[in-house]
Every structure is written in C-alpha cells, then in structure tokens.
C-alpha cells in the first residue's frame, strides 16, 4: 500500500480531509498500512468470536427476530443523511441503539452485519480495511456507548425515563466521537495523515455528527420506551414486574 508522507502532504489534501468528514469514519481502501490493517482484523475476528460465544450461551432464540428487525433499522436509518454546519452531512451509526435495544454482545453482531453488507454491496468503506471499520464503528462504538449508558442510567435512575434518555444521548454522542477518534489515531499510525490533522478533522466534525446520532437514537429508545419497554436490554423494573426477559436467559 503507498503512504503519504507528511512531507507530501499538499494544501488540497489537508482541505479535502477538513472539509470533507463524511468520508472519514468508512474509510476506504489504501488508507491503512498493512500492519495497522492487520492488527485491526485480528481484534474483529476474537471480538466477533467472543460475541458469538455470548450470544449462544446467553441469549434465548426469540433474541434473534429482534436482532434482525434491529438489523434493517439501522440499515435503513445509515441511508438516510441529515446536513450539518460547514456544508456536509452525517447519518446515524447506531451502535449505542443496538446496545440498549440487544446489549453489547448481540448489539455488536448486528452492527458487524450491517457493516459487511455496506462495504461488500453498496462499496461503502474498504474490503481490506473492513476489519478497522467494524472495530471502530461496530465494536467500539457498540461497547463504549453500552457500558456508558448502563453507567449513566445507573448513577440518575434505573427505572427512571429521565436516567434513560440523559444516558442514551450521553452515550450515543461520545460512541461517535470516540469511533472518530480512532479512527483517526489508525490513520495516522499508517502515516496517512497527521495525527493532529486527522483529529481535529474526525473529531472535531464528528462532535457536530455525534448530535445528530444523539437525537435519533433518543427518539428511538423513547418509542420502545412508550410502546414495548420489555424489549430494552435492561427493562424498567417497575414496568415489567410480569414480563420476562426477551433477550437474555439469566
């Protein structure tokens, strides 16, 4: 793969990378060396395996309707791009949505779905990068935005819609500019790009896209709040005394 060293670094290039952010988290073929790449698909393939593992040991089978509903949603929701300031746009990710509706494990799975289906049909992200972008989207994103939700939901109130929707858009919010943040440390350790340069340009747009990823996934977990509760990963207690737990069989 040929690198970009610093020093041939033109203006264009860095204008392109600042102003052009929604290329950045799908990165594309030829953006990562070969040992980056590398070290990226080794911690897809174990995390993928130990999701697995999970899921088969844990999981009761009606999960599975759930993860394939979940599956479509976000599919389709990523397709759908909202603008933000300085002329770009952003669409949903959706890892945190699928760790409160499924959990980390079956969560992770769903968003290594989607990502595979979007590099190998639609082109959208790299064949040989693909291991970087389900590490950095569907596997970070997931498990950071889950254990933060679950972190925060826990300090303001389990069973409260108040510590719910403050810990979801907390958590959507940061599993995106951590994704980005990444991101960016994975191009420049290929010496793509400059470290400060990707920074600023992945996490500084992606503190504005994260908003966007905020409110979605808010107006979603809000819906199955009102409609399905038992669906969440954790349900509120004191709304589903008499309903068991569709997901996990402890």
Not at 206 to 219: M, R
Request: aromatic share 8%; charged share 10%.
């Amino acid at each position: 793969m040929m690198t970009i060293p610093y020093s041939s670094i033109s203006i264009s290039s860095l204008l392109r990378w600042t102003i052009q952010p929604q290329l950045a988290l799908h990165i594309p073929d030829g953006f990562l060396s070969l040992p980056v790449s590398l070290v990226t698909w080794i911690l897809a393939i174990a995390l993928i395996a130990l999701c697995l593992n999970r899921v088969e040991s844990e999981y009761q089978e009606r999960a599975v309707p759930l993860m394939g509903v979940c599956a479509a949603f976000i599919f389709a929701a990523q397709m759908i791009n909202f603008p933000i300031p300085g002329g770009t746009s952003g669409h949903l990710l959706g890892g945190t949505l699928a760790g409160v509706l499924l959990g980390p494990w079956a969560g992770s799975l769903v968003m290594v779905v989607v990502f595979i289906v979007q590099a190998v049909v639609f082109q959208d992200g790299g064949i040989t990068v693909l291991g970087a972008n389900i590490t950095n989207m569907g596997l970070i994103g997931t498990f950071c935005g889950y254990y933060l939700y679950r972190t925060i939901r826990h300090a303001l109130g389990r069973d409260s819609w108040r510590g719910i929707g403050i810990a979801t858009a907390v958590a959507a919010w940061t599993s995106v500019v951590i994704a980005a943040i990444f991101c960016a440390i994975q191009l420049a350790l290929s010496e793509t790009i400059p470290l400060g340069i990707a920074l600023g340009a992945m996490a500084g747009w992606h503190v504005l896209i994260g908003i966007g990823e905020a409110l979605i996934t808010l107006v979603a977990v809000s819906f199955v709040w009102r409609n399905r509760p038992d669906l969440l990963y954790h349900p509120p207690r004191k709304r589903s005394a008499s309903i068991s737990r569709p997901l996990s069989s402890r």
